[in-house]
């Protein structure tokens, strides 16, 4: 799953304006099972879009995967913000996290 990711995220990167794509959850802890599903965060560089629904609309559409997909949608800044703010889902995703 981690390689078809890898593959995923390059051609994100090809086409989208991103900073960073990494893998969190039971797949970057290694206790995924077959059943899992994919967690993954997304950095944009920037986004004409504000609202974070549209943003995951918008990015979906590569993850063709036979499994649950989550995916989190930040611009830099609104990351760097949320880690300021101490936001405990955030730092634990931004700490187990792998880059893709």
């Known amino acids: ?5 890898r593959a995923i995220a390059a051609q994100i990167r090809r086409e989208r304006d991103v900073e960073d794509i ?10 995924a099972t077959g059943t899992s599903d994919v967690d993954v ?7 004409a879009e504000p609202d ?4 995951i609309l918008s990015f979906l559409p590569y993850f063709d995967l036979d499994r649950g997909t989550d995916l989190l949608v930040y611009t ?3 990351l760097e913000q949320q880690l ?7 730092h634990r995703i931004w700490r187990e996290s792998l880059p893709l």
């Open 76 to 78: 830099r800044a609104e």
């Open 22 to 31: 990494r893998v969190f959850g039971s797949l970057a802890r290694g206790d």
């Open 41 to 47: 965060l997304i950095i944009v560089r920037h986004s």
């Open 84 to 90: 300021a703010a101490q936001n405990p889902f955030l």
């Open 52 to 55: 974070m629904v549209r943003r």
């Open 1 to 5: 799953m981690l390689a078809r990711l």
